[in-house]
């Protein structure tokens, strides 16, 4: 009889992981190689020069101020309900439960926990530097304009990156980040460009970002993703120290839990016998010198085994009731007593 453990959800999500190795071979962890390198500089150099020229209010601030009096919404009014429910896919909350999902698929089916700690690495890379470019410059939007011609910094606003823009930019380039495959990530980049593209144009034509606030936004996006290689060490720490935790859990439930016995009510005596005529007066003698005799085994409930594993144990004595007209085995009728 085999007694099954009671698993829990989690412990099946777990035991899930456990069939494969954590991180197996044709899974691709970029590496921050020279191209990236320079990629990366070169993006942080126009990140500076969009600030910059907002900054010095160039002509890059007259193009916003002309592209705002444009009013695209009005020029096309006709797809206004469309560019509505496109800008969602800039959303933070919206994307990142369906970037979520996607990914816990994949870790399901991986077996490793990577694609959900690199999404998350992410995310919290993209709020820290983009939150904190926005409190600092504190751009006022369109809507919100004081002065014509203006840059409107300083001013208390949280417009300047575009966080729609960014947040297209990390959500769905995460996933052609962790491709598997060259030809995946060469799709998956350019559909996750095209996203992006279209839900920075999508803020510019509501009139909810001034055009600079979108180029500087594909730059911050463009910057996380190119800095994640670095990312990657700590990454693998946390898978370790996840897996690690998992089973010093584990062990400490296991430990405590009592384990699966076969119901035995009674203990099983076992008196330890002579094996032999000639030994059976020597330990009687012992008896008699003051020699303590050898305590009986005990042998306590334990696992069930079977018949042909337990310990015959034959009863000393007849198990039949004493009677006074049985006759012992071996003897004659006649040896009977009188009058019987």
Known sequence: MRIEPNLTRLDRVFTRLDREPERPAHIDVPR??????VLFGS???FYAAIVW????????????WQVMFFRPYQQWAQIHWFVDYYVVLGQRGPTAVM?????GWRS???HTVRPLLTLGASLLLLNITV????IGMGRLGPHYATVIGSNEMGLG????????TANAVVTWGILAY??????ARRWLSALSAMTALGVGLSTVYLGTHWLSDVLLGWAAGLLVLLALPWCEPLIARAETGIFDLRDRLRDRRTGTAPAPAAPVTAPVLVPSLPSTQDEAPAGRAAATTGRAPRAPAYLAPGPHTTRAERTPVTPAGSRRPPHPDRVARGTSPAARPAGS
């Open 99 to 103: 970037v979520a999902a996607w990914l």
């Open 43 to 45: 993006t942080l150099a």
């Open 53 to 64: 020229l907002v900054v010095t209010t160039s002509w890059l601030v007259r193009l916003d």
């Open 131 to 134: 939150g904190a470019a926005k």
């Open 108 to 110: 399901w089916r991986q």
């Open 32 to 37: 921050m190689t020279r191209h990236r390198v």
């Open 157 to 164: 606003g949280d417009i300047f990156p575009s966080g729609h």
């Open 178 to 183: 962790l491709a598997s495959t060259p030809r």
